[in-house]
């Protein structure tokens, strides 16, 4: 286990921290897995499991395939370019055609498929931006329902989707067998990006003996992009309420994301059932809770920014605003009855490690 630790105290600590301490700390999982490759092969643990991350190059791919690897698990990403020292197989595909990356699948272990590709969803609400962020989900899943389907059956295929699915909910308490919203409540960017994404799962020839469909609510990480703006709010003093304050913040921490994983892939206990899972801690915060706990780490007050700034930032930015000015309550039943035990429970912590 390896554990690297920057304390910073005084007045420069804000500036280290975002300058010097974010090169040593940043990305720090892949560092770690690099380090982890270099240590003698027959001194490797063995993990049987081979597991396949499309889109395995993003923020939450690059995660899990650097805690896989340093498991001992057989490890290979598909990707759209090759990052250099990568501490994995890299296959180069298109996510439309089949080709020479349908050879990441061959393996004398169990083969595992956790499907994470997509265009980045925080883009401007245009309907060219929903149809890119629509197409680009729906394509590469029936593109690796295509290259699957003629070979053995996967163990596992993982398929990604988001608790946005459910739009800006309210008070309505959200679990995996909640309704989807219809008409005017499933807003374009966020139920109908995910909802096809979804359909093409379901629709697909899947070969696989577990299928899961995982929506994952918002990863928190020191690393986690969304922090980016929250934490330049929190740091300018501007880190206050966003909009009425009251809207969820539905999240889970990595470290348990990555448990959640482990356990669909039954690598770790508990047993997770097929079928649809939210990845989300069973405590949602209210924004106005959540801009409390980043303006405490930073040290400074925080003014209400209302709607105006989050959405002519976001506007500046090429963002969409309504990912941090909608919200949603959602936890899960399958999980907390299938025995799960989160252990990032306090967002603080979570976020300002």
Request: a neutral charge; aromatic letters at 6%.
């Amino acid at each position: 286990m390896l554990h690297f630790t920057v304390e910073l105290h005084g007045p420069g600590t804000t500036a280290f921290k975002f300058t010097v301490g974010k090169d040593l700390c940043e990305d720090f999982a892949v560092s770690a897995a690099r380090l982890y490759r270099l240590i003698a092969h027959t001194a490797h643990i063995k993990l049987n499991a081979h597991v396949v991350i499309a889109g395995g190059r993003g923020f939450l791919g690059r995660n899990l395939a650097a805690d896989l690897v340093c498991r001992g698990a057989s490890v290979a990403v598909l990707s759209r370019t090759r990052e250099a020292d990568f501490p994995t197989e890299q296959y180069i595909w298109d996510g439309q055609h089949q080709g020479p990356w349908t050879g990441a699948f061959a393996s004398d272990r169990p083969v595992h498929l956790v499907n994470l590709a997509g265009e980045r969803v925080d883009k401007r609400n245009t309907a060219q931006n929903i149809a890119e962020l629509t197409d680009s989900r729906v394509r590469t899943t029936r593109t690796l329902a295509e290259a699957t389907a003629k070979g053995s059956k996967l163990a596992t295929w993982i398929q990604s989707s988001t608790t946005a699915i459910f739009s800006d909910a309210g008070e309505t308490e959200l679990t995996e067998s909640s309704p989807i919203p219809t008409g005017e409540q499933a807003l374009p960017e966020m139920t109908g990006v995910a909802a096809a994404w979804e359909k093409a799962f379901t629709q697909a020839q899947v070969n696989a003996e577990h299928r899961y469909i995982l929506r994952t609510s918002l990863v928190m990480h020191p690393d986690a992009p969304l922090l980016g703006p929250l934490n330049l709010l929190a740091n300018t003093g501007l880190g206050g309420k966003l909009g009425h304050g009251k809207q969820w913040f539905s999240w889970i921490g990595m470290d348990d994301w990555l448990h959640v994983i482990r356990c669909l892939l039954r690598l770790e206990a508990p047993e997770i059932p097929d079928g649809i899972v939210h990845a989300t801690a069973p405590n949602p915060l209210r924004n106005e809770e959540v801009m409390t706990a980043l303006r405490s780490l930073a040290g400074m007050p925080g003014v209400p920014t209302g709607s105006l700034i989050p959405t002519v930032g976001a506007a500046v930015m090429g963002t969409n605003a309504r990912v941090i000015l909608t919200g949603r309550k959602a936890t899960s039943t399958v999980l907390r009855d299938a025995g799960f035990e989160f252990k990032e429970l306090d967002f603080a912590a979570t976020v300002g490690r």
